[in-house]
């Protein structure tokens, strides 16, 4: 939303994005090193065909239009990633249990979840990993009221989804967090 | 071990062929959508294990190729018709949850 | 050997999870509840063989690439899960199919 009406401000962020643009490049270079070592070996990344490709990559950075920054927050991933692992790893053995067992012990039901966290990567990650928590599935989201189907209606969804909310909210800067920190309370 | 993989591949298989039963019986599309997605992922273990089995180390790039192509499929199931949605649609009848129109991509 | 037995049982506890989620597309009563099935067992089973295979990949660069494939169907599957329930849910189970 920063327009000309700020000049002072729009000038240092330009100045600002001069810089990361640099550093985008260079982590695009390395990024695309990284996936033709994963994919053609090691002895495959000293053909020039290779080294076009990186560079190519690089100046395709340089030129293309910045997309948005993605407000990653390092220090929280790991955590993230470990709760990802284990509560995927929960969903595949609570739903296999349900569907090898003879009585079939599932009551289906829908329920809706207001979530709090912005649109875009977050909102984006949320859903997809609520589709991998044991029971649940994300099916619609309509501003930010989110309806999900449930294996169980009686297992403690709404929990778990409060838990995951909390670690995906740390694992990104949150704009409004630095608006309004006592309003942004998770309820 | 060779045979292990093999064994285990030809296990995957008969999986897949029990879900051509939820294809064959449906009822809707979208259980149709199902088996697709299950070729998906099941295909991409059988030639990861087949590439042992065979020891043919390109086959995991195919795998690879196949994970990329899985979402495909079911974009363009979803994408099928392209139509608006019907006005009947449950969530319709509820009242609107956000006075204002949000935009999709608004995070900041 | 210890390397080969580990992969023995991975392999082995990721077939279950595969049959597991088979059973549940054939077994569960509704789509929803059989995207539930498809998507997190298969999941995990694909998980378990491909931690399995990385005990047998020849160097850094392979394992790296199981880990990819593995990250990319796991997007792939909880996207396209969510995106049939959806259109399950705006469409209805019994469209026409044209």
Do not use: C
Request: proline fraction near 7%; avoid cysteine; hydrophobic fraction near 55%.
């Amino acid at each position: 939303m920063a327009r000309a009406s700020v000049p002072s401000n729009a000038g240092r962020r330009f100045a600002g994005r001069g810089r990361s643009r640099a550093r985008r490049a260079l982590a695009t270079a390395a990024a695309a090193t990284l996936l033709w070592w994963i994919l053609a070996g090691s002895a495959a990344l000293l053909e020039p065909l290779a080294l076009l490709a990186i560079v190519l990559a690089a100046v395709a950075s340089l030129l293309l239009p910045a997309g948005r920054p993605l407000p990653l927050r390092p220090v929280a991933l790991p955590g993230l990633l470990g709760f990802f692992l284990r509560s995927s790893f929960l969903g595949g053995l609570d739903v296999a249990r349900r569907a090898l067992d003879p009585h079939l012990p599932i009551r289906p039901d829908f329920l809706t979840y207001r979530t709090e966290l912005a649109h875009g990567p977050p909102l984006t990650l949320f859903m997809a990993v609520v589709s991998l928590l044991p029971g649940t599935l994300s099916v619609r989201l309509e501003g930010r009221l989110l309806t999900l189907h449930v294996l169980d209606r009686d297992a403690d969804t709404r929990a778990a989804l409060i838990a995951l909310e909390q670690r995906i909210r740390k694992a990104f800067h949150d704009p409004r967090d630095r608006q309004a920190s006592d309003d942004g309370a998770a309820p | 071990m060779s045979l292990f993989y093999m064994a285990a591949a030809l296990f995957l298989l008969g999986t897949i062929l029990l879900g051509l039963v939820r294809v064959l019986r449906g009822p809707g599309s979208g259980d149709r959508m199902l088996a697709a997605q299950l070729f998906g992922t099941t295909g991409v273990t059988i030639l990861l294990l087949l590439s042992l089995a065979l020891e043919e180390s390109a086959l995991v790039d195919v795998a690879l190729v196949f994970a990329l192509l899985a979402v495909v499929a079911a974009v363009a199931f979803v994408r099928q018709h392209g139509l608006p949605e019907p006005p009947d649609t449950p969530i319709h009848r509820q009242p609107p949850d956000t006075p204002g129109p949000e935009r999709p991509h608004d995070d900041r | 050997m210890i390397a080969n037995a580990l992969t023995v049982i991975l392999i082995f506890a990721g077939l279950v999870f595969f049959a597991a989620g088979t059973a549940g597309l054939l077994r569960f009563p509704d789509v929803y509840s059989r995207l539930h099935a498809l998507t997190k067992a298969d999941n995990v089973g694909l998980g378990l063989v491909i931690l399995g295979l990385m005990f047998q990949a020849g160097g850094p660069a392979d394992i790296l690439k199981l880990l990819l494939i593995w990250v990319l169907v796991l997007a792939a599957g909880t996207t396209a899960a969510h995106m049939v329930a959806q259109r399950t849910w705006t469409h209805g189970e019994f469209e026409s199919d044209r």
